[in-house]
């Protein structure tokens, strides 16, 4: 039969504790933060439940204290008969006035039980509270639209203390900043690039945009498509047109030479790993265990629209080359909640955004800026 205080991390947590102390049993008489814990005092102890729960009726008597506030005023005295009939002390109505005015006070007295009986049923909590479904208003916004209750955690710090807009905005700068990849000059350093990714997803496209891209950055036509295929696909024959527009050359890569790709002035080669991305993993892991010391910077595209079960299956394959992600034809389809949540669970890093119809000049950085700018004007306040 005792009283203690339990402290925990949160509310959950401290509740827990009460009940494999005491059961079901036991009366909460106080909760309070303190530096950080929540601390529950709670008890046991017959009488001091009895007292507590004394207590709590003459605190729940909202319509005294609105009865006293009118008694106080000079009001006549037909209205204070009626306040007393109403408190009990007073059982004679004298007139059809008076009787009126009962049941005005009557239905008042109705309508304040009904708000006192809601208030009571009322538990107020945040994010580290009793449930996942309660807390600010901001991740139930977030919720609303789609972003996933892992990565709304993970960012929660985001978001508490602010209001549901600067939250929410907060919340997008802060997700950008775990999305961007800071790896987008290695472009312009790199002599080699391997573009990989799912069939249909814009891979030889992209290859020739990034080839577009550095043509421009270096002013040099030195510039080689590689195609790498497994068989007669289609897609040399895309990558073959894209060469004669932009004037570069086209190469198989079983003619490449990788041990002879650290030559000073060597060309810049930008290799195509067309159709199933099975393969190109495949690929890409030889060349790494044929020829370690050949250093390329490898891009994964991902189609905008991409569901949450294909990223991830996307990024579980290519854990062990850690690509940069480039998100392509946005012109045809947009990036969702869903999506950049998966992205970011997946710690994976977008270092670029692109459509499909414009070769030249459409290969746009995904930088925390311009990515925090997409999600504000696309994911509107639900």
Request: with cysteine; glycine share 6%.
């Amino acid at each position: 039969m005792t009283t203690q205080t339990f402290k925990a991390k949160d509310v959950k947590s401290a509740i827990n504790m009460v009940n494999d102390q005491y059961g079901e049993k036991a009366i909460i008489l106080s909760t309070k933060k303190n530096n950080g814990f929540v601390e529950i005092e709670a008890s046991d102890n017959d009488e001091i439940i009895k007292n507590h729960q004394s207590k709590n009726e003459e605190n729940k008597g909202f319509s005294k204290v609105f009865f006293e506030e009118l008694k106080s005023r000079n009001l006549n005295k037909n209205v204070n008969d009626n306040v007393s009939y109403l408190n009990g002390e007073n059982q004679n109505i004298p007139n059809k006035k008076d009787n009126e005015s009962t049941k005005l006070f009557n239905k008042i007295n109705k309508n304040i039980e009904s708000i006192r009986s809601e208030l009571n049923g009322m538990i107020l909590t945040d994010q580290s509270g009793l449930s996942d479904e309660l807390s600010y208003f901001t991740p139930i916004k977030l919720r609303q639209e789609n972003f996933s209750p892992e990565i709304i955690n993970k960012l929660n710090y985001s978001f508490i203390g602010k209001s549901t807009e600067e939250g929410r905005v907060s919340f997008f700068r802060e997700l950008s900043k775990k999305l961007a990849s800071s790896d987008f000059s290695r472009l312009l350093n790199s002599k080699n690039i391997f573009i990989f990714g799912n069939s249909g997803s814009g891979k030889s496209t992209l290859a020739a945009k990034i080839a577009s891209y550095l043509s421009d950055a270096k002013l040099t036509k030195k510039i080689n498509f590689i195609d790498v295929s497994c068989s007669s696909t289609g897609q040399s024959d895309v990558l073959r047109s894209y060469s004669r527009v932009l004037g570069l050359s086209i190469r198989d890569y079983k003619s490449f030479d990788f041990s002879d790709s650290k030559k000073e002035n060597a060309d810049l080669n930008v290799f195509d790993f067309s159709g199933d991305i099975n393969f190109s993993i495949q690929k890409i892991n030889e060349i790494k265990n044929s020829f370690p010391s050949f250093e390329f910077c490898s891009i994964l595209t991902v189609q905008s629209g991409s569901n949450s079960e294909m990223i991830n299956g996307i990024c579980r394959k290519v854990s062990g080359i850690r690509p940069m992600i480039a998100i392509t034809k946005l012109d045809e389809c947009w990036v969702g909640p869903e999506e950049f949540s998966s992205l970011a669970l997946n710690n994976a890093r977008i270092g670029m955004v692109t459509g499909t119809k414009v070769i030249i000049d459409s290969v746009i950085e995904a930088s925390e800026d311009s990515l925090t700018k997409y999600m504000k004007e696309n994911f509107k306040d639900v």
